[in-house]
């Protein structure tokens, strides 16, 4: 729902479910340690994945635990340090699978349809330690991460292009009903690019736009960790 917020609350080992006031609706807790990301699915239900049992979890929106997946391995449906979670549809959704340097999907009842590290075409477009995965109608984004670039592919995981946003991807998104892609990079500055031509359209720093407004001077983040909200 547009008007309700899933937060990862990471040091707490829990997620959040509030309303855009910031009121609380409900809490997702049994079972997590060091959750990383949570979506809505269309059932309904709450998906979170978590770093440190290297699972993801399905609770009813009041929070009641329903299943856990996965677990520490590289077989299909396990995973070391699922990090984001994205839908692809209705029935299907994304994994980043940190530590096995792969995306793995998954349908909305947990079962494994498979897994995908990258373009074979050449092979050094294989993945390396993805964090960030988005989707749209038609195009998948990946945050190769120790790649330092993004990788932009169709739904069937056709590679489409790549580009280099300087320094360490941190977060990404697509611009709605455009092809353009947004990418946050750990030197707090956004790039807006054009994912059909790879064209750079708008490069801006975060910091100097706060900065600029009055907001404040800085932003700060644990050392290796950004938690953000979508």
Not at 24 to 35: A, D, H, K, N
Not at 100 to 114: A, E, H, I, K, M
Not at 122 to 139: C, G, I, L, M, Q
Request: charged share 20%.
């Amino acid at each position: 729902s547009s008007d309700l917020l899933l937060i990862c609350d990471t040091g707490q080992g829990r997620a959040l479910l509030t309303d855009i006031e910031g009121e609380f609706v409900s809490e997702f807790r049994p079972g997590l340690i060091e959750p990383t990301d949570a979506i809505l699915l269309a059932t309904g239900q709450i998906c979170v994945t978590d770093a440190d049992t290297h699972t993801f979890h399905f609770f009813e929106v009041d929070g009641t635990p329903v299943n856990v997946f996965g677990g520490l391995g590289s077989g299909l449906s396990q995973f070391v340090a699922p990090r984001c979670l994205a839908l692809k549809n209705d029935v299907e959704f994304l994994i980043t699978d940190f530590g096995n340097s792969r995306v793995q999907t998954v349908d909305v009842n947990g079962s494994p349809l498979g897994t995908f590290c990258g373009s074979s075409t050449p092979p050094e477009n294989h993945f390396r330690r993805p964090t960030r995965v988005k989707a749209n109608t038609d195009r998948i984004l990946v945050s190769d991460t120790d790649n330092f670039r993004i990788q932009i592919f169709d739904f069937n995981w056709g590679f489409v292009s790549s580009f280099v946003p300087g320094g360490t991807p941190v977060d990404l998104d697509f611009e709605p009903n455009t092809s353009n892609v947004y990418v946050l990079n750990d030197q707090w500055t956004v790039h807006k690019i054009d994912s059909d031509s790879g064209a750079w359209l708008q490069p801006f720093s975060v910091l100097t736009a706060l900065t600029a407004s009055g907001l404040g001077t800085g932003i700060h983040s644990p050392a290796g960790r950004h938690d953000w909200v979508s």
